[in-house]
Structure formats: C-alpha cells, structure tokens
C-alpha cells in the first residue's frame, strides 16, 4: 500500500507532537480501511461531484494560468511517482527553479479564497498542506505553491435552480489577477520523516486487515 500525497492528511491526523507518532488515529484507520475496500472490492466511497467536476473540467485553463501570472509556459505534468512509502502526481512540475505547483480551482466567489490568510486556513484544514510536502518529497524539489483560482462555471454543470449570475456572470467581471491567491510552502525534512512513520504503520495496518480476510 502506497498512501496517496492527496490522503496524507488523514494518516498525519490527530497529535502531531512525539507521543502521538508513532500510532494511527482512528481517522487514518478509516482511510486505510477504505484503501483496503477498494483493492478487495474495487470498490470506491466518492465517486465525485459537481466541485470536482468543475476542477477537473478547468485543470487545463488554470495550469496556463499559472503559468501567465509567473511569466512562464506550463502543461498538466503527466506522471505518477512512488516512493516505498507515498505515491501522488503534482500537476506542475518546475525543476528549474526547483517548484511544483498545485491547482485548486473554487466553484464561486463565497467558497473562494481571496485573501492570503483565509487560503492559509482553507489549505490547513483541507491538508493541503502535507499534500503538498509529499509532492515535494517525491520530486525532490525545495519548493510549492498552491494556486487556488476562481473560474466561471460552465452552462452544462448548472443545473437549473443554479444561479448562472452569481456562477458565472459575477465572476467574470472580477479581473483575471484577482481571482488567484497563492500560498508558498517550504520542504520541511522533519514532517517528511513523520510522514514515512505513518505510512510504514498505514502499511503495516493494511497487511493486518488483507490477512484478515484472506
């Protein structure tokens, strides 16, 4: 079992300090659990939404978005890396200036942060955070972003009590520079090491459980 950088949070749950690393909390036992689930059964508890939908539906515009604002050419980097003990795919890849970058598309102006303190609770509380170290452990570069853009929706995700003024007019009057907040992290080696110690014990629960019923 490899722990996916987007999941890392929920392994890295409850007591970061030293008495609580070295056990899974019952919120990563859930997530390994599910993880567990679907190789077994192939089968999976989310199956999407409209906010998803919307992110991935808008990942291009906002990866060459991206890089317009940094006076840059970016593309959806394509590759998934793996180490012993986490997997994940980043969508920009920069190793020039030692970078990834993360892209977090907002479906409307109430959930986007515009501001740099609220995109800094809205990443901790999503453990974007860890996800993002994970990337950088994995690419082994010094450095990530996370872009969180604000795009109108299309007609074809509305449905029809939607309000198209607020989704998609609204937003388009804001101009393009303003409907992005970036937050910068720097790699931080000793999360990195508490990241493989949960991963080694999700693994280890994991072999636990297959054992179990096999």
Known sequence: MLVRCSSLHKIMSGPREKDGTNKLSDTAKSYVREVAKLDLFSYENFDGNKY??????????????????????YQKHDGRINNDWITGECDILDKKISLIIDIK???????????????????KKAGYD?????????????????????????????????????????????????????????????????????????????????????
């Open 105 to 123: 598309n907002s479906w409307d102006i109430g959930t986007h942060p515009f501001f740099k303190d609220e995109a800094e609770i809205k990443a």
């Open 130 to 214: 860890i996800q993002v170290q994970g990337y950088m452990w994995l690419y082994d570069v010094e450095k990530a972003d996370i872009d969180f853009w604000l795009f109108p929706a299309s007609e074809e995700m509305l449905s029809p009590y939607e309000d198209r003024t607020k989704l998609i007019d609204l937003v388009e009057a804001i101009p393009l520079r303003k409907r992005v907040t970036t937050i910068s992290f720097i790699r931080d080696e000793s999360l990195i090491e508490k990241i493989k110690v949960k991963s080694e014990l999700a693994q280890e629960y994991y072999e636990q459980l297959i054992k179990e019923l096999n």
């Open 52 to 73: 998803t939908e919307k992110g991935n539906f808008l990942e291009d515009i906002a990866i060459q978005s991206s890089g317009l604002i940094r006076a840059r050419k």
